[in-house]
């Protein structure tokens, strides 16, 4: 299943749709061996995620993925973590972890700003 909302594509091997009451798409879940979400934000800059599930809501403009979930933004890093809750709106993302299972992430260098 491959699901396209302007720059957001979100593939898996089975999908969930859920419609509201004006019959309009207002979540979508995903779910398989690797349910993935990418997107470019603003910047330009490609965020691309990966868990089990992925729990899309259109309402919210959030994106719960749960299950081996990890998340990598281009020029950024990458986190895993059993939940990451992604902002489609503004690209941000937050991880959840506990004692058992943390959350891990590996922070890019920044790169120098180019001189005028």
């Known amino acids: 299943m491959r699901i396209v909302q302007g720059s957001l594509v979100a593939t898996g091997d089975l999908a969930e749709i ?9 979540r979508v879940v995903l779910t398989g061996g690797k349910a993935h979400i990418e997107q470019l934000d603003d910047q330009g800059h490609r965020m691309e995620a990966d868990a089990r599930r992925v729990d899309y809501d259109l309402v919210t403009s959030r994106a ?8 990598k933004k281009e020029s950024m890093g990458v986190t895993t973590a059993p939940k990451i809750i992604y902002n489609v ?3 941000t993302f937050n991880a959840e972890g506990s004692d058992e299972d943390p959350v891990h992430m590996t922070l890019y260098p920044r790169q120098p700003k180019p001189s005028p």
């Open 18 to 26: 859920y419609t509201g009451a004006d019959s309009q798409v207002s």
């Open 89 to 91: 709106a503004d690209g």
């Open 64 to 71: 719960v993925l749960t299950g081996q979930a990890s998340a």
